[in-house]
């Protein structure tokens, strides 16, 4: 997987290793983009998601992968999310969406431990089951 996601990552309290990422049963890529309304409605669903699975123990990982057109927009989406991100204006914001064929946002994709994509329908499953189809996640990516 770190051949496809990369090395570092950014959080609200400083940089993120890959080897801090990998402990997590479970790693998600998120795109997505401030300026998108369905952005904007499905990430406070998400936010809630990835709060309960990850209580009490972390379990669960979110790399937030931009579509925004400035840093500005880029930093008042992730100033209200618990999860990872690429930086903005990081080449791997373009190469993922393009391994992964990113057409439209917000898509949430499960990751396969080699960096394959699991699942592209993390949303959709956010949406209609909430925090019991962690389970199911967990044993299609293991």
Do not use: H
Not at 7 to 32: A, M, P, W
Not at 73 to 100: C, E, H, T
Not at 111 to 121: F, I
């Amino acid at each position: 997987m770190q051949s496809v996601i990369g090395d570092t990552f950014i959080s609200r309290d400083g940089e993120i290793t890959y080897s801090d990422v990998e402990k997590n049963q479970v790693v998600c890529l998120f795109f997505t983009a401030y300026w998108c309304p369905p952005c904007r409605t499905f990430t406070p669903v998400l936010v809630e998601f990835y709060n309960d699975v990850n209580y009490p123990d972390k379990r669960l990982e979110i790399i937030q992968i931009s579509s925004d057109k400035d840093e500005q927009m880029f930093m008042d989406s992730f100033n209200q999310v618990p999860w990872i991100a690429i930086p903005y204006g990081d080449s791997r914001n373009i190469s993922l969406r393009k391994r992964f064929k990113v057409q439209g946002v917000p898509i949430l994709m499960l990751l396969n431990k080699d960096g394959t994509l699991a699942q592209g329908t993390g949303r959709a499953d956010v949406q209609t089951e909430g925090p019991g189809c962690f389970d199911r996640w967990y044993n299609l990516v293991n």
